[in-house]
């Protein structure tokens, strides 16, 4: 984000014959309010103008102490000429000491005229250098005419592109940031301090809180019984949680999950039964309650399927030869009943039918069927973390914003209208592939996909992931649950398609700010090197991606950036702060299996299922790990809250407001529609959105 100096043109600008002296201007410098945001280096800055440039004048005031955390501090600039129109000011910082990196919120310029100009900044200067400022509006490419803005905006580019460049972290997946550690970001877009992020002191903190810690010491030893999992619920507050906990043995708790739960992207109508699940109308009749076969029941909309294929022959967790560790690619039929209740019809644990692979259905066993939707939950539990969640939430806008930082510079309306959407974003990817889910690392202590399998997933999800799906409607409508009337009480669905709305609203407000054309849109040479960026390097030009390489018209700028916006904010919101309240109960969501599905009907019984479950020590990794990733950052900046105001012009001001209305509007809605529910749905609520995938 620090550019390289314009020292040639602003020379030549400032090459002029002194002039009887003129009246100074007035320089206002807001300093960020996070820790050590301060500097007690010498701060420089020069007024660049249509007409000429101001000498670099040291900002300083004698016996006090300047640019402290939070503090604005105002001083005179004197020029010797009028510098007709300000274009940029130009900050530099220079050690006093040691270097003290200073973080600028903005620059604000009182002219002899009485006129005010802004000059956002909201960003790091480190070392010795420096940084120019444009002034505060917004400006597509072809509005610049001046050879000194033509030049900043490339000079801009230029550095970003040498600074954030694109990496392969394992073939076949999204590309990112060319940094193996949080310690190797740009400044820019590293946490900031206080926030702490470090995932191994987060969860053995989360461990400690929970009180598990006394379990850790039986690592690899089993529980006694279902009622022994109690033991590590000692903290539990949670309404849902201990919702889940009393009735996840019950079909609709199991059924419900897939509307509404953390993991409500899977369900999809079933409109034809597929040759390797033969689920027969015999074998389900008793559970069908509107007197029709299985057939007339399909045909009628009331069947739906999960099918978790992307499992199949994944290597699972051998990290720790002396458990095994066991997946199975389930496939769960689940039936809508006169009650407008989902519940399973049918689930068999593996993609080929036949005497070692059962069909499981309500009316077996006890302990047969539960141990099925058990190995089914798991299914779901793998396919929910290394899908849905990292790379469909957290690996995407990683994609999204180093295409941002390469290719659009600060002065453009998109790099303003996305920044607050990627903030934090590349960190927390970052510091996930230094702790998280490298080799050895956290994922590997609990998941049964540990130790490489979700590498392999990712890997298998990029050939039917698809740009399309990151639209939501369009998503939904794929899957064939758009309709309210035939699949009721799905309120991910419902509320996803409030807050798309609100957001795609807001985005067409700001576009038509700036773009009053389709042609202004094909002839952003900037917007289009953004796409482009994405498609071709972020997402390695997959041939079955469908990620578009250039943008022809408004309209599909539009859904582009609203696809953007919403898989950071909302989206991630949906699938991640849920975890806790349906995860946390292990044989809900257990992390990984110790034996293999059973090849038969009639062999399960408690000792199976306790002994299939993970381990204490795996439970208490498990626990945490949820736990941790469920919780809301401090000072959490939420859908809707621009705290750093990189835009100025009124109209996006008030596109801002009419945005927040919206977003309020949404968010009584569903405060009324949770009152008295025994399971509440606000993970999409807006004020429970935060901006940008930071955790």
């Known amino acids: 984000m620090v550019h390289q100096p314009l020292s040639f043109w602003i020379i030549f600008t400032c090459g002029h014959t002194h002039t009887p002296k003129m009246p100074s201007y007035?320089?206002?410098?807001?300093?960020?309010?996070?820790?050590?945001?301060?500097?007690?280096?010498?701060i420089y800055i020069t007024l660049v103008g249509t007409e000429g440039c101001s000498e670099r004048s040291l900002l300083d005031k004698p016996l006090y102490n300047d640019f402290e955390r939070g503090a604005v501090d105002s001083y005179d600039v004197n020029v010797s000429e009028d510098l007709g129109e300000l274009e940029v000011v130009k900050l530099e910082k220079n050690k006093y000491w040691v270097q003290d990196d200073w973080y600028c919120k903005y620059v604000t310029v009182k002219t002899p005229s009485g006129d005010y100009v802004e000059f956002p900044c909201f960003r790091w200067l480190v070392d010795d250098k420096e940084v120019v400022l444009r002034d505060g509006r917004a400006r597509l490419p072809q509005d610049d005419k001046t050879r000194l803005a033509k030049q900043h905006r490339r000079k801009e580019l230029e550095t970003r592109q040498k600074t954030y460049r694109w990496k392969e972290w394992q073939p076949g997946i999204p590309m990112s940031i060319d940094a193996n550690k949080h310690s190797e970001l740009p400044r820019d877009i590293q946490f900031d301090s206080e926030k702490g992020v470090d995932f191994v002191l987060n969860y053995t903190k989360a461990i400690?809180?929970?009180?598990?810690?006394?379990?850790?010491?039986?690592?690899?030893?089993?529980?006694?019984?279902?009622?022994?999992?109690?033991?590590?619920?000692?903290?539990?507050?949670?309404?849902?949680?201990?919702?889940?906990?009393?009735?996840?043995?019950?079909?609709?708790?199991?059924?419900?999950?897939?509307?509404?739960?953390?993991?409500?992207?899977?369900?999809?109508?079933?409109?034809?039964?597929?040759?390797?699940?033969?689920?027969?109308?015999?074998?389900?009749?008793?559970?069908?309650?509107?007197?029709?076969?299985?057939?007339?029941?399909?045909?009628?909309?009331?069947?739906?399927?999960?099918?978790?294929?992307?499992?199949?022959?994944?290597?699972?967790?051998?990290?720790?030869?002396?458990?095994?560790?066991?997946?199975?690619?389930?496939?769960?039929?689940?039936?809508?009943?006169v009650q407008n209740k989902v519940m399973p019809l049918a689930i068999q644990l593996g993609q080929t039918p036949g005497e070692d692979s059962p069909i499981f259905l309500p009316s077996d066993g006890q302990y047969d069927w539960m141990l099925a939707k058990i190995w089914a939950r798991s299914s779901d539990f793998h396919t929910h973390q290394t899908v849905t969640h990292l790379l469909r939430t957290h690996l995407i806008s990683e994609v999204f914003g180093?295409?941002?930082?390469?290719?659009?510079?600060?002065?453009?309306?998109?790099?303003?209208?996305?920044?607050?959407?990627?903030?934090?974003?590349?960190?927390?990817?970052?510091?996930?592939?230094?702790?998280?889910?490298?080799?050895?690392?956290?994922?590997?202590?609990?998941?049964?996909?540990?130790?490489?399998?979700?590498?392999?997933?990712?890997?298998?999800?990029?050939?039917?992931?698809?740009?399309?799906?990151?639209?939501?409607?369009?998503?939904?409508?794929?899957?064939?649950?758009?309709?309210?009337?035939?699949?009721?009480?799905?309120?991910?669905?419902?509320?996803?398609?409030?807050?798309?709305?609100?957001?795609?609203?807001?985005?067409?407000?700001?576009?038509?700010?700036?773009?009053?054309?389709?042609?202004?849109?094909?002839?952003?040479?900037?917007?289009?090197?953004?796409?482009?960026?994405?498609?071709?390097?972020?997402?390695?030009?997959?041939?079955?991606?469908?990620f578009p390489k250039s943008l022809k018209t408004r309209n599909e700028l539009i859904q582009y950036l609203t696809a953007i916006i919403f898989t950071s904010s909302a989206q991630h919101a949906a699938v991640n702060f849920g975890q806790y309240d349906w995860c946390s109960w292990i044989p809900n969501s257990p992390s990984t299996m110790r034996k293999p599905p059973p090849s038969k009907k009639g062999v399960a019984d408690v000792q199976l299922i306790i002994d299939s479950l993970p381990d204490r020590g795996r439970s208490c990794w498990h626990l945490g790990a949820v736990w941790a990733l469920s919780q809301f950052q401090e000072n959490e900046v939420y859908l809707g809250?621009?705290?750093?105001?990189?835009?100025?012009?009124?109209?996006?001001?008030?596109a801002m407001k009419a945005?927040?209305?919206?977003?309020?509007?949404?968010?009584?809605?569903?405060?009324?529609?949770?009152?008295?529910?025994?399971?509440?749905?606000?993970?999409?609520?807006?004020?429970?959105?935060?901006?940008?995938?930071a955790v």
Request: charged share 25%.
């Open 208 to 337: 400690e809180n929970l009180c598990v810690n006394q379990f850790m010491h039986m690592f690899q030893s089993s529980w006694r019984d279902l009622g022994d999992f109690e033991a590590i619920f000692v903290r539990i507050k949670n309404t849902i949680s201990e919702y889940v906990m009393q009735h996840w043995k019950e079909d609709f708790m199991f059924g419900y999950q897939y509307l509404n739960g953390c993991n409500p992207v899977i369900i999809r109508k079933c409109s034809k039964l597929p040759e390797k699940f033969p689920v027969t109308h015999e074998m389900v009749e008793d559970c069908l309650e509107r007197d029709l076969t299985l057939e007339q029941e399909i045909q009628a909309g009331n069947i739906y399927i999960a099918d978790y294929e992307i499992l199949e022959g994944i290597t699972a967790n051998s990290t720790d030869p002396c458990t095994p560790q066991h997946i199975a690619a389930s496939i769960v039929l689940l039936y809508k009943n």
């Open 659 to 693: 945005f927040r209305k919206r977003l309020a509007d949404i968010t009584s809605t569903i405060k009324r529609r949770n009152e008295g529910k025994k399971l509440p749905y606000y993970y999409l609520s807006p004020d429970k959105i935060p901006c940008s995938v």
């Open 26 to 42: 007035t320089v206002t410098v807001a300093t960020g309010s996070q820790w050590f945001a301060g500097t007690d280096d010498y």
């Open 641 to 654: 809250m621009y705290t750093d105001e990189h835009f100025i012009e009124k109209p996006v001001k008030d």
């Open 402 to 546: 180093i295409a941002m930082f390469r290719q659009l510079p600060c002065v453009h309306p998109v790099y303003k209208l996305i920044l607050p959407h990627v903030r934090f974003t590349i960190a927390i990817n970052t510091k996930a592939r230094e702790q998280l889910i490298c080799e050895s690392g956290i994922f590997d202590k609990a998941n049964g996909t540990g130790g490489g399998g979700h590498v392999e997933m990712i890997q298998r999800a990029m050939k039917s992931f698809t740009y399309k799906s990151l639209c939501f409607p369009d998503e939904i409508k794929a899957r064939g649950v758009e309709s309210q009337e035939e699949l009721p009480f799905y309120f991910y669905r419902d509320d996803g398609n409030a807050v798309w709305e609100a957001i795609k609203s807001f985005v067409s407000d700001v576009v038509g700010i700036y773009y009053d054309s389709d042609e202004k849109v094909q002839k952003d040479e900037e917007i289009q090197a953004f796409v482009k960026d994405v498609c071709s390097f972020g997402m390695q030009d997959f041939d079955t991606c469908e």
